[in-house]
Structures are given as structure tokens and as C-alpha cells.
């Protein structure tokens, strides 16, 4: 039973590792949280806005570590894990969907009407 790449440091996936990747991933990443961080302490937006500013920014950090640190793309050697995240996605975006959901429609069914209100 023989894969025919003897030396692990041959083998397709582990060459698409890359230190620059990384790199990229990790400034995004922190980029996005010291500019998230900045808006919330600084109250630079009305709530709404900040939740939606916050939220696109979160998605941008999300799409790059995708793309830098799983290497998902249509290549050949990727195409299974891009599959499987295609999959996946929905499936966890409808399950925080409906948890919030659940939540908020149980507040609105346990709480005094006009006590809390967002």
C-alpha cells in the first residue's frame, strides 16, 4: 500500500503551506480586530451600524483566512476540502440563524412587554 510520496514534505498539501500566507491571514486577522476594537471604544457609529460594520468586517477577516490559511480553492488538491466547506456553511449559518431566532422570539414570549427593548 504505497502513495508513492515517500518524504511527507512532498506531498501536494503540504506544499501549498506558505510562511507569506500566514502572515497575510494573521495582519488581516488582527487588523480586523484592532479596527472593530476602535469603533466599539471610540462609539464612532449608531448601534445598528456599528453591528453592521462590525459584521462586514468579521466576514472580510473570515473570507481571507479561508483563502490564506485553508487554501480553499477550485484547484485540483483543494477541491474535496472546498467542497466539503460549501456543505458545511449553510448548515452553520442556519443553525446560529435559528438560534438567534429561538432566542428572540423567547424573550419576546417570556418577557414584560415594554421592559426590554433593543
Known amino acids: 500500500m504505497s502513495h508513492g510520496h515517500h518524504n511527507p514534505i512532498e506531498h501536494p498539501e503540504v506544499q501549498l503551506a506558505s510562511m507569506g500566507g500566514y502572515l497575510i491571514a494573521f495582519v488581516v486577522g488582527l487588523g480586523a480586530m484592532l479596527i472593530a476594537l476602535w469603533m466599539v471604544v471610540g462609539h464612532t457609529l449608531s448601534p445598528v451600524s456599528l453591528t453592521t460594520v462590525i459584521s462586514l468586517i468579521a466576514l472580510v477577516a473570515v473570507i481571507v483566512q479561508l483563502y490564506f490559511l485553508f487554501k480553499l480553492d477550485l484547484s485540483s488538491t483543494q477541491i474535496w476540502h472546498t467542497v466539503s466547506f ?10 446560529v ?16 412587554p415594554g421592559v426590554c427593548t433593543f
Open 97 to 112: 440563524g435559528l438560534t438567534i431566532w429561538m432566542f428572540h422570539t423567547l424573550m419576546e414570549r417570556t418577557m414584560l
Open 86 to 95: 460549501v456543505m458545511t456553511a449553510p448548515l452553520f449559518v442556519m443553525s
